[in-house]
T-cell receptor, first 112, second 109 residues
């Protein structure tokens, strides 16, 4: 079944640790995105990639990095996790930046 | 940037109609999206407006007025499964989405 997968589903992490959230899509979409969702704030864009090999910063990029080595994968890395990065993280993709976005199931991350 | 406003919560009865308003202020406008998100799940795409007017999709309709920076999502013949959060999102000239905080709709029997 085509779609977007994210791993892990949930994670509890000690502050200061490095963590990579994985995102894979099999729809051959060119564009991919990472959002965080916090209560009362809605979804906020962290980083995006309009096509393989390119990335850009969103609204809240600090403390996060991404890479887009191929079309299917778009990992998000927290170099040194802090408690304010406790959130639900959603990966999304779209056929092009002009098309609607499809979201993965999310990763619930808790940083203690 | 975008400044998007929508009500926090709304309650309605099964079979009724509910209208969720969204207002926005933007430095560049390139379309408005509505997404539905059930608790603990991913957002799913509902509708898209880029020109003024009404777009109808079954029980759901979405309206846009670009001059007023205003949109609404109309849910008709409410069903219990429509209990969810509804997210308004505005796309800017760089094709990036900014989301409102969402409106939680509770449908009562």
């Amino acid at each position: 079944i085509a779609g977007i997968t994210q791993a892990p589903t949930s994670q509890i992490l000690a502050a200061g640790r490095r963590m990579t959230l994985r995102c894979t899509q099999d729809m051959r979409h060119n564009a991919m995105y990472w959002y965080r969702q916090d209560l009362g704030l809605g979804l906020r864009l962290i980083h995006y990639s309009n096509t393989a090999g390119t990335t850009g910063k969103g609204e809240v990029p600090d403390g996060y990095s991404v890479s887009r080595a191929n079309t299917d994968d778009f990992p998000l890395t927290l170099a040194s996790a802090v408690p304010s990065q406790t959130s639900v993280y959603f990966c999304a993709s779209s056929a092009s930046p002009a098309n609607e976005q499809f979201f993965g199931p999310g990763t619930r991350l808790t940083v203690l | 940037g975008q400044n998007i406003g929508q009500p926090t919560e709304m309650t309605a009865t099964e079979g009724a109609i509910v209208q969720i308003n969204c207002t926005y202020q933007t430095s560049g406008f390139n379309g408005l999206f509505w997404y539905q998100q059930h608790a603990g799940e991913a957002p799913t795409f509902l509708s898209y407006n880029v020109l003024d007017g009404l777009e109808e999709k079954g029980r759901f309709s979405s309206f846009l007025s670009r001059s007023k920076g205003y949109s609404y999502l109309l849910l008709k013949e409410l069903q219990m499964k429509d209990s969810a959060s509804y997210l308004c999102a505005v796309r800017d000239g760089d094709y990036k989405l900014s989301f409102g905080a969402g409106t939680t709709v509770t449908v009562r029997a």
